[in-house]
């Protein structure tokens, strides 16, 4: 009844910029934070940056100032700017939201399907 859909992975070189994009749609009452996470191959699922819908922040040391998250609350779309890639950074991203369906409903996790940064030269 939710999907979550990724756009805006894909290869970048070492320094360059990405910006990803992952909208929500389906049955929504009210969206609450909406995050994403990244996990590189062999490693576990990790916090990248998170937003809540009151627009606090929250970023991973590892990009602290290379990224930015935004929402657009009115598309209940989040974005994910990422400048000065490094190789480190290759990973499936993917969005997560914490979704209402209904006024009654309880507040429920969602996920998108992930989309790949590759950052090589």
């Known amino acids: 009844q939710v999907q979550l859909v990724e756009s805006g992975g894909g290869l970048v070189q070492p320094g360059g910029s990405l910006r990803l994009s992952c909208a929500a749609s389906?049955?929504?009452?009210?969206?609450?934070?909406m995050a994403w996470y990244r996990q590189a191959p062999g490693k576990q699922r990790e916090l990248v940056a998170a937003?809540?819908?009151?627009?606090?922040?929250n970023y991973a040391d590892s990009v602290k100032g290379r990224g930015t998250i935004s929402r657009d609350n009115a598309k209940n779309t989040v974005y994910l700017q990422m400048n000065i890639l490094k190789p480190e950074d290759t990973a499936v991203y993917y969005c997560n939201a914490l979704i209402k369906t209904t006024a009654q409903a309880l507040a429920s996790d969602y996920w998108g399907q992930g989309t790949q940064v590759t950052v090589s030269s």
């Open positions: 389906g049955s929504i009452f009210n969206i609450y934070a």
């Open positions: 937003m809540t819908s009151g627009g606090s922040t």
